[in-house]
């Protein structure tokens, strides 16, 4: 599938390396792009990761948002979970939802989260229920560095803008039963807990990679 950015060209690994690890549809090609000898000097990563990162939090917590802003300024690959089933489904998480049901797209998701663990180091953006089932926490608890993106539910809100593009985001209440029922879960997995209420994504992504550099995650590329 091609494709393209915000100035309708098209992306290859060549000329954005970056964005089109956000598009890949097999888990392979994100490291032959990352690896690739043909990367122009001006897109070889500028850092290098010892570690998968996983980002886990509730929805509009800005995981996405987030880990993007992170790999573009460190030159990282990164992935997202969500947006890499639906481009190998060729379906969105909506018509999933709709279709097939949670527990289907529960089982993509595991999948997916598998496959990625052992193909890094890369920044992961997870899905708000990666934590749900045991079996994820145990794959991301063994297999890298975890930022917990922490929201309220007055702030989740607040972002969020469309929530027809996230079946299981309804209102304000739900919104704090369910942060309250995972909270737990979030904290099992988490290396690290990120407050992300009133800061912007740059200030967040500033944050996380000033820890990852002091925890050893993420280096200068020797080379
Ligand atoms: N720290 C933040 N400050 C303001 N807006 C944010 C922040 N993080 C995310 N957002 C906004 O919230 C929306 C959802 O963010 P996203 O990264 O998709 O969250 P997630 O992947 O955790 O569900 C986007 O419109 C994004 O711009
Ligand atoms: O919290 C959840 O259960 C979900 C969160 C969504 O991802 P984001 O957290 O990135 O919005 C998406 O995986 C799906 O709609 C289910
Ligand atoms: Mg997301």
């Given at each position: 599938m091609e494709t393209k950015d915000a100035e309708n060209q098209t992306i290859t690994p060549e000329?954005?390396?970056i964005a089109y690890t956000l598009s890949v549809t097999t888990p392979d090609?994100?490291?032959?792009?990352?690896?690739?000898?043909e990367l122009k000097p001006a897109s070889r990563p500028v850092y290098e990761l010892t570690r998968n990162v996983f980002f886990v939090g509730f929805m509009v917590a800005g995981k996405t948002s987030t880990s993007r802003r992170l790999a573009r300024q460190c030159g990282l690959?990164?992935?997202d979970l969500d947006a890499y089933i639906e481009r190998r489904e060729r379906r969105s998480i909506n018509q999933i939802f709709a279709t097939e049901g949670e527990d289907a797209f529960r089982a993509m998701e595991t999948e997916a989260l598998a496959e990625f663990a052992h193909k890094g180091p890369m920044l992961v953006s997870c899905g708000g229920g990666i934590v749900?089932?045991?079996e994820n926490?145990?794959?991301?608890?063994?297999?890298?560095?975890?930022v917990y993106?922490?929201?309220t539910a007055e702030q989740a809100v607040e972002r969020v803008s469309d929530v027809s593009t996230r079946p299981l985001f309804k209102d304000l209440e739900t919104a704090r039963k369910t942060i309250a029922g995972r909270l737990p879960m979030y904290e099992d997995v988490a290396s690290v807990s990120i407050d992300t209420v009133g800061k912007s994504i740059n200030v967040v992504a500033q944050e996380i990679q000033d820890i990852l550099e002091k925890e050893g995650v993420l280096c200068l590329r020797q080379k």
């Open positions: 000329t954005n390396p090609e994100v490291v032959s792009v990352v690896n690739s000898p690959a990164t992935i749900l089932r045991e926490r145990e794959i991301l608890k063994q297999n890298g560095f975890v993106l922490q929201v």
